[in-house]
């Protein structure tokens, strides 16, 4: 390996298929700033390999080296270069609308992620009829080489399990709510945070793309135009043709949409949807979208303290 000192430019480790990966990616390339992009290809389990452990000892993508320092956790990454490199910031200077990118972005960490990587990693291990393949089998047994057991479980279950699954269920219902979410950000304004595009913006954009490469774009294009139109103006910024759109032909074996709808993805999730409050005491919940403001709360004045 490149020893970490004699690095001083922005050096990220990962690759193209990674929603962490993508969201520094646009970051970066958002702040106007080069990189130089090493592959880390974790369907190869190269990020398990000791001399990677020994950079990031949880095993995970993606990696910044910057200036002879480590940089791990992407959420971390983003905010650190929008800090290093001031110039444009993606953070809004109104309280408010750094609020809103705040809790998007805090939800994303906390319930999105997890929900897209269930959904993922259990869709691309399956065929047509819903069973594990071949490939999926085999995948399994490289997750023993994960260092920490919960995310470790965490992967194996979701090649084990599938969307009908409680735990499928909950994903899919935590991807709506998200795409709720960002449908409520919207109407305050045209990005995520405010008139500008900001780390929000960033953020979520791996996550709405791949949903669409799951083939499952029902969640917005029907009743959702906001979002709709969100997406299409993030598609047709440069950072998204350099990150998403220059590595299709890397990308296509693992997630392609025309096979995600041939499999019949967009079926299972939304049959796990509907399936929610089904049964008593039900683990899976399709929550409401985030208000932004409080004009659009019914509140009961007559528990007014102040009366």
């Known amino acids: 390996m490149v020893a970490i000192e004699e690095i001083k430019m922005l050096e990220l480790l990962g690759g193209p298929t990674s929603t962490c990966c993508c969201k520094v990616h646009l970051t970066i390339l958002e702040k106007g700033q080069e990189l130089v992009e090493r592959v880390i290809d974790v369907h190869k389990h190269q990020n398990l390999t000791a001399d990677y452990i020994a950079m990031n000892r949880d095993g995970m993508v993606p990696t910044l080296i910057h200036d002879g320092m480590v940089l791990v956790e992407s959420s971390v990454i983003m905010r650190y270069l929008d800090r ?123 996550y709405v793309h791949r949903l669409w490469l799951l083939g499952c774009e029902e969640l917005w294009s029907k009743d959702r135009p906001r979002v709709e139109t969100w997406y299409k103006r993030i598609k047709a910024r440069p950072s998204f043709a350099e990150v998403f759109t220059k590595h299709e032909y890397q990308t296509r074996h693992r997630y392609n949409r025309e096979k995600s709808k041939l499999l019949g993805t967009w079926k299972r999730f939304r049959g796990a949807l509907e399936s929610i409050g089904n049964k008593v005491d039900d683990p899976a919940v399709r929550m409401p979208a985030r208000v932004w403001r409080s004009t659009e709360l019914q509140m009961d004045k007559s528990s007014d303290i102040n009366r």
């Open 84 to 206: 290093r490199f001031p110039d444009p910031s993606l953070t809004p200077s109104d309280p408010l609308e750094s609020m809103r990118l705040d809790l998007l972005m805090k939800d994303l960490d906390e319930k999105f992620h997890s929900a897209i990587a269930f959904v993922s990693f259990s869709e691309v291990s399956r065929g047509s009829n819903g069973e594990l393949t071949d490939a999926a089998k085999i995948r399994l047994d490289s997750f023993s080489d994960i260092p920490e057991p919960k995310r470790r479980e965490q992967r194996r279950q979701s090649v084990l399990l599938g969307l009908s699954s409680d735990e499928g269920r909950c994903a899919c219902g935590f991807l709506e709510t998200m795409i709720k979410d960002i449908d409520a950000a919207l109407e305050l304004g045209p990005f995520l945070a405010g008139d500008s595009y900001s780390l929000a913006d960033a953020a979520l954009t791996p």
